[in-house]
Structure formats: structure tokens, C-alpha cells
């Protein structure tokens, strides 16, 4: 019985994306990347019309690793059988979902209505949004999807960066600078996610110039806050100029300090 896998992407894919594509094909006969930029999971004065797409290149680069599914707005959102409106819940309003009002319930429709489109076995997506593959693992939980979700670790530029599309709108100065948060976040990560290290860290960032909306560390599971560096995450969300950056990394338990 053919096994099959979905990365479902918003296009302008890099390395990081490729990861999946290539862990996919580890655990499927049959590998889907979708491509849709989805206008549910943009809010106003977000940027869904500024996104990169880069169709073209995109299918170049997956030649020959995996069929490319690029539904259309009218395929995905049908106006005569809408597809339902998943919900996140009080942890689609944490930190993210704070920030932006709404966006993980469209993630979770969209995600949802992808798999109702390609019927996978196997799910693949990054761990660099930590809050958005948690949702989606409690998502097909609570919705008894036999889909198994699988996280891949973040890939990295050389400088440490995460690896994001959003990386191109970044000018030489700013992506030089934005090196900074990468470290920042391993030095909270590393020192058990203390408050001290995160206030920090906050300072270090907000003198280099970025906005930080978010910078904590919280359970891995249940995305609260917590002192407890057995099962949790440091993470961030931080401006720099127009460009919203995110990321994530473990803290290392008392044992590994």
C-alpha cells in the first residue's frame, strides 16, 4: 500500500524547506509539497500581498523529489461547500496568536483542508514555528486524524539565522544583525531559560534595534510560561525594520548545564 507524505509550504522555498521534502521521502512511497500562499492566516496590514512567490523556481527545485500540488484560492476555500473553520483555542492566543489576532485558526483551516485535499499518511513541518506544529499535533488529536505529524529541525545560515522566506526582505545590514538573535536565544536556552537571561536578552536585542513582540520560554506542550527546563522551549518573535523574524530552541536540562 502506497504511503504518502505532505509538506504543505507557502512556496518561495529554501534549504529549510528541502529538509522536509528529504525527511519525507524517508517515511513515504509518495511525497506532496502544496504551495498556496493562504489569505486566511494574513491579517490586515499583514504582508499576503508583499510574500514571496517564486513558482518557477520553486518546481526547479523540487524536480524529481516530489509532486507539486498548487491549489488555487477557489480549490482550497470552495464558496458552494466552504471547508470548516478549525479553531485553536486559548493556545492559538499565546504569543503568536497575540500578536496576530486570528492567524493560527486560519493555519489549522487551511492545514486541515490540505489534508482533506491530498489524504496523507505523514505530515512534515519545521520546528522553527514551535506554536504552530504544536496546535496542529493537538489539532489532529482532538479530531481523530490518523495522520502521524512530524517536526524537523530548524536549518540554519551559516550565521545561525533560521532559515525563512521571509529572510530576502532583510537588506545586508539587517541580515547582518539579525545574527544576533539566534545567539541571544542560546545563551537563554543554555542557561536553563532563567529570567535573568531573558531580560538579557531582551535588552541586548532592543539595543541592536529590533522590536521584540515575544521572548520567554514555555512548556513544550502546553506553550505557558515555565521555570521548569525539563520540557521546555525558549522562543521569539522580534522585528527588524519591516521584516518579523521567529524562532525557537530547547533548553538543555539542569544535567546538561
Given at each position: 500500500?502506497?504511503r ?10 529554501h ?18 509539497v ?7 492566516q ?13 513558482l518557477d ?6 524536480d ?6 498548487v ?6 476555500y470552495?464558496t ?30 487551511v492545514?486541515n ?9 505523514v ?9 504552530q ?10 479530531r ?82 515555565t521555570?521548569?527546563s ?21 533548553v ?6
Amino acid at each position: 500500500m502506497t504511503r504518502t507524505a505532505i509538506v504543505p509550504t507557502m512556496g518561495a522555498l529554501h534549504d529549510g524547506h528541502l529538509a522536509l521534502v528529504h525527511r519525507a521521502r524517508e517515511l513515504a512511497d509518495r511525497v506532496v509539497v502544496s504551495i498556496f500562499v493562504n489569505p486566511t492566516q494574513f491579517g490586515a496590514g499583514e504582508d499576503f500581498a508583499r510574500y514571496p512567490r517564486t513558482l518557477d523556481a520553486d518546481r526547479v527545485l523540487l524536480d524529481g523529489l516530489a509532486e507539486v500540488f498548487v491549489p488555487t484560492v477557489a480549490e482550497v476555500y470552495p464558496t458552494d461547500n466552504p471547508p470548516p473553520v478549525i479553531h485553536a483555542g486559548p493556545m492559538g492566543d499565546l504569543w503568536d496568536g497575540a500578536a496576530r489576532p486570528g492567524h493560527f485558526d486560519g493555519v489549522l483551516t487551511v492545514v486541515n483542508r490540505l489534508f482533506d485535499l491530498v489524504k496523507p499518511d505523514v505530515a512534515v513541518f519545521g520546528e522553527k514555528d514551535w506554536q504552530q506544529l504544536t496546535l496542529i499535533r493537538v489539532m489532529v488529536t482532538e479530531r481523530h486524524v490518523p495522520i502521524d505529524i512530524i517536526g524537523v529541525p530548524t536549518v540554519r545560515e551559516p550565521s545561525g539565522l533560521a532559515l525563512s522566506s521571509r529572510n530576502r526582505f532583510l537588506n545586508p545590514d539587517e541580515l547582518e544583525k539579525a545574527a544576533l538573535l539566534p545567539v541571544v536565544l542560546r545563551q537563554i536556552a543554555e542557561s536553563g531559560g532563567t529570567s535573568e537571561s531573558i531580560i538579557r536578552g531582551a535588552a541586548r536585542l532592543d539595543d541592536a534595534g529590533f522590536m521584540v513582540d515575544y521572548l520567554d520560554v514555555v512548556d513544550e506542550n502546553t506553550l505557558e510560561p515555565t521555570i521548569d527546563s525539563a520540557n521546555a522551549r525558549a522562543i521569539i518573535a522580534a522585528r527588524l525594520g519591516s521584516t518579523r523574524l521567529i524562532d525557537n530552541m530547547p533548553v538543555a536540562p539542569a544535567a546538561e548545564r
